[in-house]
């Protein structure tokens, strides 16, 4: 069975029957990636000498493992948390190799098919046929999300204008929902994308339950309604739609975009990486393998040049520019690429420690908060950094959920929680934005 095709209509009289087989095959026998995770496992590693961070880089490249955490092994140092996914084959030879070496390992997930089956519906459970009962509880492929964005455009005329800014390397469109009460007075936006690293499905949940938000509540609730009333919201749902789609039908640990290289059989660019800020320098690789590939030259991509293309054209009332990642649990402001502090800190940090106070109400979930190189790591060519070097004043990344357990499997039971967490510390920094700070 296809993870994805879309249900094609059927003959009445074989309704019954599919379903009755669809229920034979759930759960988890419905083999999504053709079961190629099956028995796969992610183990973390903290090396805590040198010599353990030496073994460590070495399995990296003998054992071709699929690093969830940190985005590049040239991040690794003593006391790095490492979080690796190995394939069913590899792991017998590798968990070998680690108690020879002894070095202390935990099994974060034990068989990743399984993760991945039960954490989501099948597409029979989701709930595909009227829009207007939408289910933000699960994830969507890129169709769905896109005729959910069309079907909002045409239904909510009055605050929401779709529109494209351009086409992907595949061709695809890269749309936009623009958001907000129409005016003719001046008003200041707030950018939002999420999606631009593949695999962080939640990125997309996230931005889908913002306007879901934005649509219910600007009636009752007030800070909302001046949220809307007052600025523009420019949301890009899935940034990197190639990826994105790429990640539902083949690889669900798909990063970069998909793009082709001429003297290599990899393929594409890491998004996050493709910025003219300090391009290609520092927590960038010039290999097109590498997860965290810089590209042949800076907005090499289709889709980075579109968003710098549009954030250039529109940042003069452009206010804040916010990216959502996953996952770390973190809420990241410039600077990226360097360890230097940004001239208005205070402001951006006050708000930074506000929002991750609104977010720790709902639930408790802690999140650390500061400038990305000191926080997360050094990274040059980010869209953070350069959204703040072009003048946009409020830049920040959240790193989603969660801080291991599920990575990039966050399971859609956890939607909601996340997302309504999340919302508190994005209408934080917004209102933030509406009051006297430079
Ligand atoms: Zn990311």
Same mark, same amino acid.
């Given at each position: 069975?296809?993870?994805?095709?879309?249900?094609?209509?059927?003959?009445?009289?074989?309704?019954?029957?599919?379903?009755?087989?669809?229920?034979?095959?759930?759960?988890?026998?419905?083999?999504?990636?053709?079961?190629?995770?099956?028995?796969?496992?992610?183990?973390? *590693?903290?090396?805590?000498?040198?010599?353990?961070?030496?073994?460590?880089?070495?399995?990296?490249?003998?054992?071709?493992?699929?690093?969830?955490?940190?985005?590049?092994?040239?991040?690794?140092?003593?006391?790095?948390?490492?979080?690796?996914?190995?394939?069913?084959?590899?792991?017998?030879? *590798?968990?070998?190799?680690?108690?020879?070496?002894?070095?202390?390992? @935990?099994?974060?997930?034990?068989?990743?098919?399984?993760?991945?089956?039960?954490?989501?519906?099948?597409?029979?459970? =989701?709930?595909?046929?009227?829009?207007?009962?939408?289910?933000?509880?699960?994830?969507?492929?890129?169709?769905?999300?896109?005729?959910?964005?069309?079907?909002? $455009?045409?239904?909510?005329?009055?605050?929401?204008?779709?529109?494209?800014?351009?086409?992907?390397?595949?061709?695809?469109?890269?749309?936009?929902?623009?958001?907000?009460?129409?005016?003719?007075?001046?008003?200041?936006?707030?950018? /939002?994308?999420?999606?631009?690293?593949?695999?962080?499905?939640?990125?997309?949940?996230?931005?889908?339950?913002?306007?879901?938000?934005?649509?219910?509540?600007? !009636?009752?609730?007030?800070?909302? =309604? @001046? /949220?809307?009333?007052?600025?523009?919201?420019?949301?890009?749902?899935?940034? &990197?739609?190639?990826?994105?789609?790429?990640?539902?039908?083949?690889?669900?640990?798909?990063? @970069?975009?998909?793009?082709?290289?001429?003297?290599?059989?990899?393929?594409?660019?890491?998004?996050?990486? &493709?910025?003219?800020? @300090?391009?290609?320098?520092?927590?960038?690789?010039?290999?097109?393998?590498?997860? %965290?590939?810089?590209?042949?030259?800076?907005?090499?991509?289709?889709?980075?040049?579109?968003?710098? &293309?549009?954030?250039?054209?529109?940042?003069?009332?452009?206010?804040?520019? *916010?990216?959502?990642?996953?996952?770390?649990? /973190?809420?990241?402001?410039?600077?990226?690429?360097?360890?230097?502090?940004?001239?208005?800190?205070?402001?951006?940090?006050?708000? +930074?420690?506000?929002?991750?106070?609104?977010?720790?109400?709902?639930?408790?979930?802690?999140?650390?908060?500061?400038?990305?190189?000191?926080?997360?790591?050094?990274?040059?060519?980010?869209?953070?950094?350069?959204?703040?070097?072009?003048?946009?004043?409020?830049?920040? +990344?959240?790193?989603?959920?969660? %801080?291991?357990?599920?990575?990039?499997?966050?399971?859609?039971?956890?939607? !909601?929680?996340?997302?309504?967490?999340?919302?508190?510390?994005?209408? $934080?920094?917004? /209102?933030?934005?509406?009051?006297?700070?430079?």
């Amino acid at each position: 069975m296809k993870f994805l095709g879309k249900p094609r209509s059927q003959p009445a009289a074989f309704l019954p029957l599919c379903w009755l087989f669809l229920r034979i095959l759930q759960p988890g026998h419905s083999h999504l990636y053709n079961n190629r995770y099956a028995g796969d496992k992610v183990i973390r *590693l903290i090396p805590k000498t040198e010599e353990e961070t030496y073994a460590l880089k070495k399995i990296h490249h003998q054992f071709k493992v699929d690093l969830w955490q940190p985005s590049s092994i040239s991040y690794v140092t003593e006391g790095t948390v490492t979080d690796v996914h190995i394939s069913q084959n590899a792991s017998r030879a *590798l968990l070998a190799f680690l108690q020879e070496a002894n070095i202390q390992y @935990k099994i974060l997930i034990e068989d990743l098919q399984k993760v991945l089956e039960n954490g989501n519906s099948l597409p029979t459970q =989701r709930n595909r046929r009227s829009l207007s009962e939408y289910n933000y509880e699960v994830y969507h492929s890129l169709e769905e999300i896109q005729s959910w964005m069309h079907h909002l $455009n045409k239904t909510h005329s009055g605050l929401i204008h779709m529109f494209s800014i351009g086409r992907s390397y595949e061709g695809r469109s890269l749309f936009i929902l623009k958001l907000g009460r129409k005016s003719r007075a001046y008003k200041r936006a707030v950018w /939002m994308d999420c999606g631009i690293h593949a695999r962080e499905w939640i990125g997309p949940a996230f931005c889908q339950w913002f306007v879901r938000e934005a649509l219910l509540t600007y !009636r009752s609730d007030a800070a909302m =309604r @001046k /949220m809307l009333k007052h600025l523009y919201f420019y949301i890009m749902p899935v940034f &990197n739609v190639d990826g994105y789609h790429y990640s539902w039908t083949h690889d669900r640990f798909w990063r @970069k975009t998909r793009s082709r290289n001429l003297r290599f059989h990899c393929r594409g660019v890491d998004a996050n990486r &493709n910025w003219k800020v @300090k391009w290609c320098d520092e927590g960038a690789s010039m290999h097109p393998c590498d997860d %965290t590939y810089c590209g042949p030259f800076p907005e090499s991509e289709p889709e980075v040049k579109a968003v710098a &293309n549009f954030l250039r054209k529109h940042r003069k009332h452009i206010r804040a520019y *916010l990216s959502f990642h996953a996952y770390a649990q /973190m809420l990241l402001y410039p600077y990226s690429y360097k360890y230097a502090t940004i001239p208005n800190f205070n402001c951006v940090e006050s708000a +930074a420690y506000k929002a991750v106070k609104a977010l720790r109400s709902v639930y408790g979930v802690r999140y650390r908060y500061g400038p990305a190189s000191r926080t997360l790591y050094v990274s040059s060519g980010s869209s953070m950094d350069w959204a703040y070097k072009n003048g946009i004043p409020y830049a920040f +990344a959240f790193e989603l959920r969660d %801080t291991g357990h599920f990575g990039f499997l966050l399971p859609e039971m956890l939607i !909601r929680p996340t997302c309504t967490e999340t919302m508190l510390a994005v209408k $934080n920094i917004t /209102m933030h934005l509406l009051k006297k700070c430079p």
